[in-house]
């Protein structure tokens, strides 16, 4: 498959409401529950609160004041609580490549007062963010659905200030069945054929200029073939 096909794939499967990572009405690829919706396809602001599970914002830990980033924001979960987070004089942003999830993200940080929330079109290889300008950026199950993971995180690093945090979690591949994945339109959408390795990932940051890069495997899924780690990593400061 060439990229645009990829891209033309992913975002299908991800721009219509309901969907999980996997694609599935009930279930996910990185055990998130799907968002709810309503006959207007629109997910209800308290429901978007209870998506994902949280692990890489909690570990990115966003502090009164800072700017922070989501990849992939989707329905805006994360941003959201990120938001409450920073306070007013702080910013959380979210960036995600389909429409119809940035209208509901930003319906929702209206529905809750989030003032500090911000969502924008784009996708996480192309940020429309300033470079310098973010202290910590997070992604939760995104970054295996791009075919170009190395720009993902060479925008990461641009945009992040020295000194900036990267935490997030995501589907790997386990190295010795990476043969068993599917590796057609169904595998990308499905968060299969776009997943590397644990080493390849660590690599592709420590190659972005990252530093600091650790990493934990949190469980297995689909028979063995991929697990769910958290990653961090950091931009370092100029001596």
Same mark, same amino acid.
């Given at each position: ?54 692990? $890489? ?5 966003? !502090? &009164?004041?800072?700017? =922070? *980033?989501?990849? /992939? ?37 209206r529905s809750l007062g989030r003032t500090s929330a911000e969502f924008r079109l784009g996708e996480i290889e192309h940020l429309p963010v300033a470079s ?14 791009? $075919? ?5 995180? !060479? &925008?990461?690093?641009? =945009? *992040?200030?020295? /000194?900036g945090r990267f935490v997030l979690s995501d589907v790997v591949a386990d190295p010795g069945r990476t043969g068993e994945l599917r590796h057609d339109a ?51 400061? $100029?001596?």
């Amino acid at each position: 498959m060439d990229e645009l096909e990829v891209r033309r794939s992913v975002r299908d499967r991800y721009g219509r409401p309901g969907s999980g990572c996997g694609g599935s009405s009930d279930s996910s690829c990185c055990g998130h529950e799907p968002a709810s919706a309503d006959s207007a396809g629109r997910a209800d602001a308290a429901d978007i609160l209870r998506l994902g599970v949280g692990e $890489p914002l909690e570990r990115l830990a966003p !502090r &009164e004041g800072e700017t =922070v *980033l989501d990849l /992939g924001s989707g329905p805006g979960r994360d941003v959201l609580v990120a938001a409450e987070r920073v306070g007013p004089r702080g910013r959380a942003i979210g960036v995600d490549a389909t429409p119809e999830m940035v209208f509901r993200a930003r319906e929702a940080a209206r529905s809750l007062g989030r003032t500090s929330a911000e969502f924008r079109l784009g996708e996480i290889e192309h940020l429309p963010v300033a470079s310098g300008s973010v202290d910590g950026v997070t992604s939760d199950c995104v970054v295996n659905l791009s $075919p170009d993971k190395a720009q993902v995180f !060479r &925008e990461a690093f641009r =945009v *992040l200030r020295p /000194g900036g945090r990267f935490v997030l979690s995501d589907v790997v591949a386990d190295p010795g069945r990476t043969g068993e994945l599917r590796h057609d339109a169904e595998g990308w959408a499905a968060c299969e054929a776009g997943a590397v390795t644990l080493a390849e990932y660590e690599a592709l940051l420590r190659g972005a200029g990252f530093v600091d890069v650790h990493s934990e495997v949190l469980g297995t899924s689909r028979e063995g073939l991929l697990s769910r780690a958290l990653v961090t990593a950091a931009k370092p400061v $100029p001596p």
